[in-house]
């Protein structure tokens, strides 16, 4: 008897009369991504079982390391950053005694967007959502005593994000560090921006050309560090499901690969220092099965589609953080048990690094206390439960396996759309990604207010606790300070130098020339990360989105 048959015979023999007499739980089990699940997978439902393969092996859906965690758990990163360079160094230097083992930098607005913290758009919101940096004096207090040739540092930031690795490598000339020996990642990921996040400054054209000339540079100059993290985990934070999470993201990276190719570069000469950051959501399955799938349908498409033939271009190397969107104000001790859940799913996932969310980040910057409990969870993970002792330990389950068929097969469909509309630029401007996520977020919100998707705390199981607000809160001098010492920089550094340097910089954006060699030089005269995004937004323009309707 066939599969499909002896799965019919036990559907009509077994399961419809014990259905007759109970009701069902839900009217329909479907995956947040709406793939339909089994009520108990069998082979029948499973297309590559037979293609498994190896870990380390192509096309890597089992983990791009023969070894995985056997051999070394995941990077874990705690992404951390407020207020001052030394309020943020405080905080690097107590995660990495607790066992922290990478550094992940967040920038606060006026940074991620171009502007010094004395500057009227600067107003208000220095060093409240990440660390303000405005010049190369503040990268060498926000790193101090925190030898890079040690750690691994992720620094979330991408319009003007070939200034602030400009930045991280004139630290490490000043501590005695060689640019070959950094190791770490810039986001450097413009489209999501246009997409999702919406920290942009130039428009695309020019910003492609910053990424691409990270490409070229670093690697020669920068071999070990991560060119660009091609993000999906603000698609999903803006509402995406996880298979339009997977399709977004690579679309992205298509482009990005394209755009490498077309400025001239090998293909096998900058894919193996593309990286990917994904989100970690609820649905601890689907979760599982979004990584699996992203990493094969990755290595397809950079082997079939680019002609890469070194193994390491076809590896999807990720990030994972735990879902910011799914964290509740509302009874946050849930959130440890969320974030939990979340964190395993990244691990039996195969992720190359983690950050795990705070309990009380829906209410304000995490406590020094709730950043260690996230902490331990994944210390927890990794030296208790026993998951990371075995190399994908969910392979060869039917329904693990039949969710990464989908996944894939959902998400190809969905880069085709894009290929058809001639690309993730074009879909952009296009509106088409934005209106997806769009769609797909009101859904779920629809889903919240009917109650047919439960968010325990929120729409069921309520408490009437009252929460003391008692929060972290950014000191308003801290803005004061910082312009105080920036006052004091421009009145110290030499004017003339700044000004050649200043003029250089206008000549060398309107020409090809590769811009981090300047960028390098820029900011060890002293000049400041407004000063240079200035001259670019000068020559460059700013990007303006467009409307639909």
């Known amino acids: 008897m066939s599969l499909e048959n002896e799965k019919k015979r036990w559907e009509e023999s077994t399961v419809q009369p014990v259905i007759a007499k109970f009701k069902e739980r839900k009217a329909e089990f479907k995956t947040p991504s709406g793939i339909p699940i089994p009520r108990a997978a069998t082979p029948a439902d499973v297309d590559y079982m037979e293609q498994l393969g190896f870990p380390g092996e192509y096309p890597f859906t089992r983990g791009v390391q023969p070894t995985m965690y056997r051999s070394r758990f995941w990077t874990m990163r705690q992404y951390a950053g407020f207020a001052s360079a030394e309020e943020s160094n405080k905080r690097y230097r107590y995660l990495l005694e607790q066992g922290q083992t990478g550094l992940s930098v967040a920038f606060d607005l006026p940074t991620q967007i171009g502007y010094d913290a004395d500057d009227p758009m600067s107003m208000g919101e220095v060093g409240k959502v990440g660390v303000s940096i405005s010049s190369l004096k503040d990268m ?11 750690v691994s540092t992720s620094m ?78 603000h698609i999903r934070e803006a509402g995406s499901t996880a298979v339009q999470e997977v399709a977004f993201t690579l679309a992205d990276a298509i482009a990005y690969a394209q755009a490498a190719i077309d400025a001239g570069l090998e293909v096998d000469h900058f894919a193996s220092q593309l990286s990917f950051f994904f989100a970690a959501h609820n649905d601890f399955l689907e979760e599982v099965a979004k990584f699996r799938a992203a990493r094969r349908l990755w290595a397809r498409i950079m082997r079939e589609r680019f002609g890469a033939k070194d193994p390491k271009s076809w590896m999807l190397r990720f990030h994972t953080q735990t879902g910011g969107v799914t964290l509740t104000a509302q009874q946050p001790e849930n959130n440890i048990v ?35 409990t996230a902490l331990r969870t994944q210390q927890v993970i990794a030296y208790e439960s026993g998951v990371a002792d075995t190399i994908d330990p969910l392979a060869g389950s039917y329904v693990v396996e039949y969710l990464t068929d989908e996944i894939e097969k959902r998400a190809l469909d969905y880069i085709k759309k894009i290929d058809d509309l001639g690309g993730a630029l074009a879909a952009i401007e296009r509106g088409f990604m934005q209106n997806e996520i769009q769609d797909s977020a009101y859904h779920f919100q629809k889903e919240v207010e009917s109650k047919n998707q439960i968010v325990v705390g929120v729409n069921a199981f309520q408490s009437d ?9 950014v000191n308003p001098a801290i803005e004061q300070q910082q312009r105080g010492r920036l006052a004091e920089l421009r009145a110290n550094r030499d004017q003339v130098k700044v000004n050649e340097l200043l ?40 990007y303006q989105p467009p409307v639909w309707g």
């Open 140 to 150: 060498e207090t926000l790193f101090a005593g925190i030898p890079l040739e040690k």
């Open 156 to 233: 979330t930031i991408n319009s003007p994000a070939a200034i602030l690795l400009a930045m991280y490598i004139a630290v490490g000339k000043k501590q005695g560090v060689a640019a070959s020996q950094l190791r770490g990642t810039i986001q450097n990921d413009i489209l999501k921006e246009y997409v999702a996040r919406g920290t942009y400054i130039f428009p695309p054209t020019p910003s492609l050309r910053l990424i691409t000339d990270s490409f070229k540079f670093c690697e020669k100059e920068v071999p070990n560090w991560n060119t660009i993290s091609i993000s999906g985990y």
């Open 503 to 542: 003029a250089h910089l206008e000549t060398t954006a309107r020409s090809k020339d590769n811009l981090i060699p300047l960028f390098i030089d820029c900011v060890e005269n002293d000049m400041t990360l407004g000063e240079i995004c200035g001259v670019l937004r000068k020559v460059w323009g700013e």
């Open 465 to 473: 606790d009252k929460i003391d607000l008692e929060q972290l809160k």
């Open 338 to 372: 969320r974030v939990a859940i979340q964190a395993l799913a990244a691990v039996m996932g195969g992720t190359q690094s983690l950050h795990t969310n705070s309990k009380d980040e829906a209410l304000w910057l995490p406590t020094e206390s709730s950043v260690r």
